[in-house]
């Protein structure tokens, strides 16, 4: 941490300067060392040791090196979720290395454009704006008065939200698959997955303890998170339940209890993203599904119940752990099936009011 306290009770007060690492706040405003009396005291002396930092000499411009090491090293700029830290880190690490020793300030449209050009690195833009974003902060001391990453119209992968779900019968051909060319355990999770619509780290963290077969219900308390293998609570931070659905409840009861955990790999250790990976590419090869996991089960779940099990995208958004009252569901989840629905529409009209014959009524009134 940058504030530190001591066993006296005083705090000792450290900043990242670029170039030295973690030094001394004293030494930066050029005073001995020392430590604070008052918390208040210490977090004065941090906000002018970090401004000093930035300027280790007269006349020095921050760089797009120094400021990637100070941005992703400092605490102050620490996000909650270590996943998110991580992430930031990497999508910015490789224009970091490559305009190390550009000035922060001297960052322009011309090395963006030729950065993005071809469209490869386009997933990248949200951190380094995140970055410069910092960068134009009052707590970097406004190192840079324009984000150069700011506005730019660049057209974002849709993702999932455009893709058509697998159907049931594709689902079950995977999770059959699963059953002869990997661990039981696998097959499993896709049955769960697929009939629950629980998030990947959170089956990947389920422990028996959490599974209620009398009530019918999945305590969902907690999730593995892929990025950085920590154990955290799942995506919105609460706890909840999600069903234990008849195709989730078979799966879970044919599974031997050889560890806390329900979901095992092949070393009888807690499931995890990678050992997943391997499973996945043999299942889907074998069935020729060409598209992710997430949207053969969790995608697959919001569409189920939506247009096969007619649930309200309010009741579907409880199901799948979101709190936004099915907003989500209608935008992505929810995948409406259009067919069904011109289906739906024709058999309403087909047994609704009177088909009007406009020649017999023009005979008649003729």
């Not at 930092?53 to 620490?78: I, M, N, Q, Y």
């Not at 380094?128 to 506005?151: E, H, Q």
Request: hydrophobic fraction near 40%; charge should be positive; glycine fraction near 8%.
């Amino acid at each position: 941490m940058t504030i530190s306290t001591l066993r006296n009770g005083r705090y000792r007060v450290q900043v990242h300067a670029p170039g030295r690492g973690n030094v001394s706040a004293a030494s930066l405003l050029g005073q001995p060392p020392t430590s604070y009396r008052t918390l208040r005291e210490a977090k004065a002396v941090e906000a002018r040791a970090r401004e000093a930092a930035l300027l280790l000499k007269p006349g020095a411009t921050v760089t797009v090196g120094s400021w990637w090491e100070t941005w992703t090293t400092d605490p102050l700029w620490r996000r909650p979720k270590a996943s998110t830290n991580i992430l930031n880190a990497e999508r910015t690490r490789h224009f970091a290395r490559a305009h190390a020793d550009l000035p922060l300030a001297d960052v322009g449209d011309l090395h963006i454009r030729t950065w993005l050009a071809g469209g490869k690195r386009n997933g990248q833009v949200s951190k380094l704006r995140a970055m410069f974003n910092d960068a134009a902060s009052a707590d970097a001391g406004r190192i840079i008065t324009r984000n150069p990453w700011a506005g730019l119209k660049i057209a974002q992968s849709k993702g999932n939200a455009v893709k058509q779900p697998p159907a049931e019968t594709t689902v079950w051909a995977l999770i059959d698959a699963a059953s002869r060319l990997c661990s039981p355990s696998f097959a499993a999770w896709l049955q769960v997955a697929a009939f629950t619509g629980m998030r990947p780290g959170e089956l990947d963290a389920l422990t028996w303890d959490c599974v209620d077969f009398d009530r019918g219900r999945i305590r969902v308390e907690r999730q593995l998170s892929a990025v950085s293998g920590l154990v955290t609570t799942p995506k919105n931070g609460r706890a909840r339940d999600a069903l234990l659905t008849p195709q989730a409840r078979a799966a879970l009861a044919g599974l031997p209890r050889v560890s806390t955990h329900c979901f095992l790999t092949l070393r009888d250790t807690p499931m995890t993203a990678s050992a997943r990976a391997y499973h996945w590419k043999a299942v889907k090869a074998a069935v020729g599904w060409e598209h992710t996991l997430y949207l053969a089960t969790r995608h697959f779940a919001g569409f189920h119940m939506v247009n096969v099990l007619r649930m309200t995208p309010e009741d579907c958004a409880v199901a799948l752990g979101h709190e936004d009252g099915g907003l989500l569901v209608r935008k992505l989840y929810g995948h409406l099936d259009r067919e069904a629905a011109l289906d739906r529409v024709a058999a309403a009209y087909s047994t609704a009011g009177t088909v009007v014959d406009l020649d017999a009524r023009r005979k008649d009134a003729g």
